[in-house]
Every structure is written in C-alpha cells, then in structure tokens.
C-alpha cells in the first residue's frame, strides 16, 4: 500500500509490485539562499581595481543614506489679513523632528474678490508677499510679517509694482527649498496698509515632499 508524505501527495515508499507512478525518491528541495550582495559582486569583478572598488563603494553607501520621500502633503488654508495694516502670516505646514519638508508649490489667490484677477492681479509699491522657513511660531500674529523676512526663500513681486496676487511659486527636486524638523514654513504678507488688503479673505495652497532622514538617530 502506497503511503504518502503528510500534506502532499508524494508517496514516501511503493508497494511490492513497485508502483510509484514513475517519480522516482521523494525528496525536499533545500530553503533558497539569498545571493550576494551588490557590493560582493562588484568585489567579484577582476575588471573593478580596488580604488575604483572603493569610489563606487562610497559612494553607493551615501546614495543609500539619502532621505527617503515618504509622502506629498497637498493643503489649502483660508485666512483674512489685518484690518489695520493687511499683513498677513500664514503657517503652512511645521516639520516633525527627523523629516524633510520639500516646498514643490505654493499658490495664493483671493478668491471672493471681483477685482483682484489672474487678469488684474494686486500690484503696489507698498506691499510685498514672500514665503518662509522659520522656527513655528505661537498663533498667526500678523505683527510677525516682517520680522519673518529673515527666513525668506522666495518673494514676490521679483520687479517692482509686479503682481502680488494672485502669486505662484514652483520649484523642483534640484532648487526646492527645504524645511528640516522643527522649523514651519510660512506664508507672509506685508500689506503697507494699502485699502485693498484689508480684511481681505485669501486662500493659500501648498504641496510639499516629505522626506525621512535615514542620519537622525
């Protein structure tokens, strides 16, 4: 009588008359073994000389120790500005402890106005808007909108009496600007107490990169 391996249907022995269904000896296949490494097989390699190894080796650890983008953050917030001066500070996003913060965009628009278009944008000598990367303040103080110029990383207008809002600034992986843990990234307004920016309704919005830092223990 055939016995066979529990679980399965291999036989573990035949019968006298030698019937086994032509398998042959059942048998296990050993665990698989992971292979080498790339830097083993690059160590293999008789046309690598051990300086040329050593470059490549650095320089595959440091590209290994890179921050790693764990995820995009895509927010809008909504905020009036001071009825007295038209300053404005905005806090966008504040970095945890260990991350990256990646500015990719921000966009500001007043939304409820008639008058301030894409096609007639707010333009003054006397105001200013411009983002920045500061440590997280208490509240939203619009007192804050200069004295967070010292933080600034991009500004608008770049001409003068060129638009302020709508605005838009776009960077990329190569030139975005860069929150590290526990700083907040801002967006400020200098109204100069032009009419226009009173109490005036804005909306904000950002997308951001956030990246893990594999170097903060």
Partial sequence: MVQFIPGTALPTNVDEAGSG?????????????????????????????????????????????RPKKERTVDNTVGARTDATTG?????????????????????????????????????????????????????????????????MVTFAPVAAGGPIIPGQWTFNDSNARVAYGGESIFYCLHGGSVAALLNLTLQVGFRLNLYARSDVG
Wanted: aromatic letters at 8%.
């Fill in 21 to 65: 269904e032509g398998r042959g000896e059942p048998s296990f296949l050993p665990s698989r073994i992971p292979g080498p490494s790339l830097f083993e097989k690059l160590g293999d390699r008789d046309d690598i000389t051990p300086s040329e190894l050593a470059v490549i080796t650095a320089a595959l650890r440091v590209y290994d120790q």
């Fill in 87 to 151: 300053n404005l500070v905005v806090e966008l996003f504040s970095c945890p402890q260990g991350w990256e913060a990646h500015i990719a965009n921000v966009t500001v628009d007043a939304p409820g106005s008639a008058t301030i278009t894409p096609t007639a944008p707010f333009a003054s000598g006397s105001a200013w808007s411009f983002i920045s990367v500061a440590p997280p303040t208490t509240g939203e103080p619009a007192s804050l909108a200069d004295a967070l110029r010292v933080g």
